[in-house]
């Protein structure tokens, strides 16, 4: 369900009680500047959006790479 409005949310059986924890969640990603989900991927009935990294993890494992040593 893209975008689903909370309307459409009350239609298709989600509570007004986990809508409201939604946006109390949505409020606490806010205030902590972690990425925000819509409601309708924090009550479950909508897939996460997903995230594109521009900038992939680096490669630790091929050459050149220093091991930790444990003393």
Known sequence: MPSATIHELRR???S???IELAK???EAQRGTSAPVQSIGAIVGVSEARQRH???PPADLT???ATQ???L
């Open 12 to 14: 298709s059986g989600v």
């Open 16 to 18: 007004a009680e986990d």
């Open 68 to 70: 930790a040593r444990c």
């Open 53 to 55: 990294n521009p900038t």
């Open 62 to 64: 091929g050459p050149g």
């Open 24 to 26: 109390a969640t949505q």
